[in-house]
């Protein structure tokens, strides 16, 4: 027989592990579908379940004194070891990507940085905010500092959860940073002529395959990432079929001419692993992206506003400064918007599964199509 308090503890415990895996994805700015959500609900729960029956089959041969010093992190492992158990572990059951782990490496760097003796018990409020305080000398940005928090609370809550430390501060203690709405760039229907016409100097020839691979992301909506992955076998009959690098997506999208036009360009040249387009590493294309669109004169001036701390910070650049791989994407999905096609189809191409993370593409959509309606009164 179930008594009440015990299917209590299990539907409590159920939410708890919804909770972490909501937090996981919102921490990896990713939207679960529901096949993904169900999959990752059940390997938390795996992973619970089986943890607990560890944890009662070992502790019930323990004494008062031994379950305390279980439960003082500190006094086990050591901080940095838990770390390490954490990353391990996580990273093979969400399947992290490389960026994933290169997010955590570059906190548990900070977290040396800051205190290479650290413990679960300095994360009181005042460690937090000394923590906050470092960041912030160092010249981060507040929306940074909010990631690196987002992720240093998912590592206290998973020790929490295991036992590894008695310190909740985390969970109540959210100091607020003043924050604005990252803008959104993206090239306009003009800027995009602009860049297919432009007639690349001899000496820039190097440039022409950077300008081919960016272009294909604005005409396909596809991440650096996986126009880097992209092989033969990926295209079938017109389409493009591909599981995402990022969000494991399963997508198919049509090929349009502008598309096909660069595919042509490389159908007899042969690149390792049946690679489809000329790609380089992603810092690199960066780097080449803005010198191509500063020699197009794609050089209008862009203003940001961020801070850090309670400083406000405006910052004035050139367009080109700013255009990235993932402007591509982003290219795509307001020049899709704009031209009257449905949220819920350039979702179906982009992989998006909720309006949320569209809304700010909408928005300037409409700013785009008031433009065009204003060429009526002249």
Not at 135 to 160: A, E, P
């Amino acid at each position: 027989v179930v008594m009440a308090t015990d299917l209590n503890d299990q539907l409590s415990q159920m939410l708890t592990d919804m909770i972490a895996v909501f937090r996981e994805y919102e921490l990896l700015n990713i939207v679960p579908t529901v096949p993904e959500l169900r999959n990752s609900f059940t390997k938390q729960r795996s992973s619970h379940i089986q943890t607990a029956h560890q944890s009662k089959k070992k502790d019930s041969t323990l004494t008062v004194q031994q379950v305390d010093k279980k439960r003082n992190g500190t006094k086990d492992k050591g901080f940095w070891k838990y770390f390490d158990e954490f990353v391990k572990v996580n990273g093979k059951l969400n399947d992290w990507t490389s960026a994933t782990y290169e997010k955590f490496a570059a906190l548990r760097n900070h977290l040396f940085t800051f205190d290479n003796k650290l413990t679960f018990d300095k994360f009181d409020e005042d460690g937090i905010a000394n923590f906050i305080d470092y960041l912030g000398k160092k010249g981060m940005k507040n929306s940074t500092i909010n990631k690196q928090l987002g992720f240093l609370r998912w590592f206290l809550r998973w020790c929490y959860e295991k036992g590894y430390h008695t310190n909740h501060t985390f969970e109540y203690y959210k100091p607020k940073l003043k924050n604005t709405t990252k803008r959104v760039v993206f090239l306009t229907a003009e800027e995009l002529n602009t860049l297919e016409t432009f007639q690349i100097p001899d000496k820039y020839v190097a440039l022409g395959p950077v300008r081919d691979v960016f272009l294909f992301t604005c005409y396909t909506g596809l991440r650096y990432s996986d126009a880097c992955n992209l092989t033969w076998d990926d295209i079938h009959n017109g389409k493009i079929e591909i599981v995402t690098v990022k969000t494991s997506d399963r997508l198919l999208i049509e090929i349009n001419s502008k598309a096909q036009a660069i595919l042509d360009k490389y159908t007899e040249i042969h690149f390792p692993n049946m690679k489809v387009l000329p790609v380089v590493s992603n810092q690199k294309m960066n780097k080449h992206l803005h010198t191509l669109c500063k020699l197009a004169g794609i050089d209008e001036s862009i203003k940001s506003t961020h801070y850090e701390g309670n400083k406000r910070v405006d910052e004035v650049h050139p367009k080109y400064e700013l255009i990235g791989t993932h402007c591509g994407r982003r290219t795509f999905i307001c020049t899709a918007l704009a031209k009257g096609i449905p949220p819920s189809v350039v979702m179906k191409w982009t992989g998006h599964s909720d309006y949320k993370a569209m809304k700010p593409y909408i928005d300037i959509a409409d700013e785009v199509k008031s433009e065009y309606m204003k060429q009526f009164d002249q």
